[in-house]
């Protein structure tokens, strides 16, 4: 059952581009529709008109449709396939992949899929050994990307041999259609192109050089959301208070201190799509910080310590009138009256979600790896079972992805 099945193919520059012509025709012996783009280079090998006949549709090679004067659509070209396939990879191509470069139709439309893709390199054997190029496949696996090859063996080049060169075409058709029988095998990236901005940890906030006043949150659940989000395709900005745990993959962590400055650094990482905020911001901060370290005077009496109010980041994001993010995710931690907190929050704080989740002592949340949480909406509550925080965050990263596809329609 191979119908409806759809591929766009991106033909890289290199002497291997020959043989994608044969992959043409592999993937359309098993009933495969296939698209081609082609980069500049690939046209220095083979012509888009051989493609074109082989695919019997039109082949791409521009951003921009000089006759029709508009952009071709490179989004729905993106979108609008099962699987994209890289074939011949070469090692520029995988650069620019690797670090987001979008300057041709090629590497635009790999930046802004949200489709599986498979990558069949081919170079030459020291270009492949290269660091540079390792640490791009290495990039690419990361972010989810299928390699298939290369396979050692003779080059074009004459007396060179080694890793180099394009896995076999029928070998690549075959792995195409795993794939696209898998259908979500890969993981999929539903947040491709979207920024999410995410507060986790606690604040620290100094009441003299060597004390601060802090809170327990180890910052778990707001760096599995980071991870997934980023995962999900999401450029991710995780500002972070003071925590113990790795930076989550392909996620960049600012680090604060205090609550002052998480709000800076979140006002700085907009615009954003979507607003996070699972923070444990401390409510209060030391009025006046003390410059010294406050001494015993002797007297048995403690220091007074005057509290002022910190500014509240999830009011001040879901109350901006330019610049609000579509969606805006409070968390309420609380260890009374869960619900009716959390929706008090919601209305107060302008926010549109609020993870609501019960952290009294007995039930371990604090520090912990396992949550139970509810979903207050403006539409009602919805209660999840008790997960591991991490499929918290993959939960709540795809139940933010299929919001945004609604509200976008
Ligand atoms: N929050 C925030 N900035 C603050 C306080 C809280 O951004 N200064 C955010 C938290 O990140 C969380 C939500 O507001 O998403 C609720 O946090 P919580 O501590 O439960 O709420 P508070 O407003 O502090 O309410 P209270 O302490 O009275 O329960």
Known sequence: MTGGKRVLLIIGGGIA??????????????????????????????????????????????????????????????????????????????????QGLAGDLASTVLLATNRPVLVAPAMNPAMWAHPATQRNVATLKTDGIAFIGPESGEMAESGEAGLGRMAEPLAIAERALELLEAGSALPARPLAGKHVVITSGPTHEPIDPVRYIANRSSGKQGHAIAAAAAEAGARVTLISGPVTLPDPAGVTVIPVETAKEMLAAVEAALPADVAIMAAAVA???????????????????????????????????????GNRPKLVVGFAAETQNLIANAQGKLQRKAADWIVANDVSPSTGVMGGDANTVRIVTHDGIEDWPTLGKTEVARRLVARIAAALETAEG
């Open 17 to 98: 581009a020959y043989k994608s012509l044969d992959l043409i025709r592999r993937l359309r012996e098993r009933g495969v529709k296939v698209k081609v783009v082609m980069t500049a280079a690939a046209q220095q090998f083979i012509t888009p008109l051989a493609a074109g006949a082989l695919t019997a549709e039109k082949v791409y090679t521009d951003l921009f449709d000089r006759e029709a004067e508009q952009d071709v659509g490179h989004i729905r070209l993106a979108r609008d396939t099962g699987l994209i396939i890289v074939a011949p990879a070469t090692a520029d191509l995988m650069a620019k992949m690797a």
């Open 283 to 321: 409510d209060w901060r030391v009025a006046q910080e003390g410059s010294e370290k406050i001494k015993k005077d002797g007297s048995g009496q403690p220091p007074a310590l005057a509290l002022v109010e910190n500014p509240d980041i999830l009011s001040t994001v879901g109350h901006l009138a």
